[in-house]
């Protein structure tokens, strides 16, 4: 009985230790080829607030560590730097506009720390 407790004791420890070292309890991702892990790394290990994470579809995807407002400024910070100039935030989108062309960039707070940029690739060109 003793074995089978034991045993019964080693597998949850082992399951519990893979899920938390894959990260498997946060959410889930919006960005196909990236995992968790990963995301979280790189944004932890980087000199800069606002990390590149993946270019997907025509959209690129950044993750800043903070909250939602702070992202609003550090992407306002990036495009007005591009020549964009911020209109208006509605819901988790923010309108820019250059030349008259538009630009959506919405964000997402994927965990209490953690949040993610999607801004279509053409922003600076």
Same mark, same amino acid.
């Given at each position: ?25 946060? /959410?889930?991702? /919006? ?23 993946? !270019?997907? !579809? ?8 903070? !909250? ?51 801004? /279509?690739? !053409?922003?600076?060109?």
């Amino acid at each position: 009985m003793k074995k089978v407790i034991v045993t019964i004791g080693i597998i949850i420890l082992l399951v519990g230790a893979f899920v938390f070292y894959n990260k498997l309890y946060l /959410p889930p991702l /919006p960005i196909e080829h990236i995992s968790k892990k990963t995301v979280i790394e790189k944004v932890n290990d980087s000199e800069t607030r606002m990390v590149k994470l993946s !270019n997907e !579809n025509g959209q690129e995807w950044y993750g800043i560590k903070g !909250n939602i407002s702070a992202a609003d400024e550090m992407i306002k910070e990036m495009l007005d730097q591009n020549g964009w100039i911020f209109k208006q935030k509605e819901g988790n989108g923010l309108f820019f506009e250059r030349h008259g062309e538009s630009l959506i960039v919405s964000t997402q707070m994927w965990t209490g720390d953690y949040v993610l940029v999607k801004i /279509p690739a !053409n922003f600076n060109e």
